[in-house]
Nanobody, 124 residues
């Protein structure tokens, strides 16, 4: 069973960047797609992006496309969410999740293990 721990969240000014990390434990990490989701105060959790088990395929929500990049290092059991050109509307708790399908999913039910989340606040 994979366990996930996010880190790297914090406070940043609009236009700035943050790099979130998701550290995974467990032998099956390299065979699982990984996703990032976020939940803003008072809103439902939403899809940010996903990366396939091999790292060859990535997909992003339209709201972050061109600004956010997901990468993974299977040797280090780590997934990275690089966030650039951050805006106040990106403020949320960010979660990584381990996927049930090789290419990932846009939906919550495509993931069976979730981290605790790391908060990101973007000031204007």
């Amino acid at each position: 069973q994979v366990q996930l721990v996010e880190s790297g969240g914090g406070l940043v000014q609009a236009g700035g960047s943050l790099r979130l990390s998701c550290a995974a434990s467990g032998r099956t990490f390299s065979r699982k797609s990984m996703g990032w989701f976020r939940q803003a105060p008072g809103k439902e959790r939403e899809f940010v992006g996903t990366i396939s088990w091999s790292g060859e395929h990535t997909y992003y929500a339209d709201s972050v496309k061109g600004r956010f990049t997901i990468s993974r290092d299977n040797a280090k059991n780590t997934v990275i969410l690089q966030m650039n050109s951050l805006q106040p509307e990106d403020t949320a708790v960010y979660f990584c999740a381990a996927g049930r399908f090789p290419l990932g999913s846009f939906k919550d039910d495509g993931y069976d293990v979730w981290g605790q989340g790391t908060p990101v606040t973007v000031s204007s």
